[in-house]
């Protein structure tokens, strides 16, 4: 008996007798507890009620990476698609990254993780993601020809990722410049996009998406900034069929977005737009402006004494006094 079989069966997130575990991988009792410990001392957390079985601290549940792979085997672009799930890893975007040089040009690499250990958000700061609880996954390609060509690309990232949500009815999705998921005015997830190689020839792209799902407020608690659940704002959601779908729509929507470029996204983006019209500071650069949507290539525009303030890149928030 492996971990990965333990795990596959405890997916659904409910209890589950000893007695039928052992039965069911044909192992004794005492094998499935010495397996449980074993899982604890690697920071997965199981708990036990008497009468009921075992499962998932707080009800998470585990991917189901065999039914995924399936899945995306059928998919319309199942032969161009390379995906692997793994247990605990530093980082998929990092992974992915090392990777890319031995990447096939008409290929997308696909890496899903239960839990990151070096997770990684804008600005170097850390993404958590404990077992079981959340989606992180990259997405890798190669793409060839000036790299002009990618401006706009986390727009189109942010607008499938919104789309997916509210298909599932989540409500008040938005969309913070230049790569957060709000839901409820909190953040509910991120995008990481990171280009390695020769940016007018031969250069990898990675997209890292990460979301909240069923991480509560205890395990939460030392996230610096307000944020959010899809759980703890009353949704239950499967995480495989929200990654199968977040899976299947970028792989769609980048295919697009490489041959007709991002217009139809932008005017979705307005709908989504979290940060429109509202005062707004750009951090370390004494800028306090209007936010008045994007321009063509992901720029955000604000409004400062009257003139447009074009960023390309940083960091904002909204001014506490513009609520």
Known sequence: MSA???LEIMSHGQFVSGVKLASQLGVSRTTIWKQFNELKEKGIE???VRGKGY???GGGSVLRGEWLKSALAMSEAGSQLQFEVVQSIDSTNSRLV???GSWDENKYYVLAAESQTKGRGRRGKQWFTPYGKNICFSLGFVFTG?????EGLSVVVGVILADVLCEYGVNDVSLKWPNDVYVAGKKLGGILIELTGEFNSRCAVVIGVGLNVDVDGREG?????LWTSLRLEGYAIDRTDLLLS??????DGVGKFLNSGSATYFNQWESYDYLRGKLVEVHGRNV???ASGLKENGCLILKVNGCDYVLNSGEVSVRLSDG
């Open 4 to 6: 990965k079989e333990l």
């Open 46 to 48: 199981f708990e036990k």
């Open 55 to 57: 499962r998932m601290l």
């Open 98 to 100: 090392d990777s890319s």
């Open 146 to 150: 000036n790299i002009e060509k990618l």
């Open 221 to 225: 608690f030392t996230i610096d900034q």
């Open 246 to 251: 977040f899976i299947q729509r970028l792989v």
């Open 288 to 290: 306090i402006g209007v």
